[in-house]
């Protein structure tokens, strides 16, 4: 099925530094959104995004919907070990049916 | 309760053997989606209620596949005569489906299934 672009696709950073990881698609979207993802657990929704160019932020956390509609990025500031996971982008065209990326794998070293 | 429900968290099954998935929505979201999570991957859309109406199933890979929600609210996942590429997390989500907030989706725990 279709799955967007999404890199990097793992990092390793110290706690302390700050992120970035970005989605790319073919497609024109309506609405991205970001989610967490923890071993054993349920995709956790950290950020939705409705505009193009729209900047959002979510504590530490802060998204941008592209200007072309077609990408979005992600940056977590000052990473904590709790950062750790699996960040999914998702888009959404003319329905409610999500398209989701391939993931980016976070590891925070103390 | 307060988020989605699924259950089993975990499920065996020997290949050929049938297998029911349930979710259990929020209360009062009136969308309810089902994903399929591959190991490595991200979930992939299979099916798609709006209410007890099952508007979009494009994604489901077979007719081995069927989901219903006959009451508008708990959904269930059947998978008949289950085959080890059917060993996936099965993920349920649901969203309140009132304007842009119809595509926040709140995920599940998800069921495991191992097929042997």
């Known amino acids: 099925g279709q799955q967007l672009n999404q890199s990097p696709q793992s990092m390793f950073i110290q706690e302390g530094e700050d992120v970035s990881m970005n989605c790319t698609s073919s497609?024109?979207?309506?609405?991205w959104l970001w989610y967490k993802q923890e071993p054993g657990e349920g995709p956790v929704l950290l950020i939705a995004?409705?505009?193009?160019?729209e900047l959002t932020s979510n504590g530490r956390l802060t998204a941008q919907f592209g200007i072309t509609r077609k990408d979005s990025f992600l940056n977590i500031s000052a990473s904590i070990p709790s950062d750790v996971g699996i960040y999914f982008c998702?888009?959404?065209?003319?329905?409610?049916?999500?398209?989701f990326g391939k993931g980016t794998k976070l590891t925070v070293n103390p | 309760g307060a988020g989605v429900s699924q259950s089993p968290r975990y499920k065996v099954a020997k290949r050929g053997q049938d297998v029911a998935l349930r979710c259990d929505p929020i209360?009062?979201?009136?969308?309810l989606f089902w994903y399929q999570q591959a190991l490595g991957q991200g979930p992939e859309f299979l099916t798609y209620?709006?209410?007890?109406?099952?508007?979009?199933k494009s994604g489901l890979p077979s007719d081995r596949f069927f989901a219903e929600r006959p009451e508008g609210s708990v959904s269930t996942l059947k998978i008949q005569r289950t085959q080890q590429e059917d060993s996936a997390v099965y993920l349920c989500?649901?969203?309140?489906?009132?304007?842009?907030?119809?595509?926040?989706?709140?995920f599940g725990q998800g069921t495991r299934l191992t097929v042997v």
């Open positions: 989500a649901s969203s309140l489906s009132q304007g842009r907030w119809g595509t926040e989706a709140f």
């Open positions: 497609s024109i979207f309506n609405t």
């Open positions: 995004l409705y505009k193009a160019g």
């Open positions: 998702a888009g959404a065209g003319g329905s409610e049916k999500l398209v």
């Open positions: 209360s009062g979201h009136v969308s």
């Open positions: 209620f709006q209410n007890e109406a099952q508007l979009d």
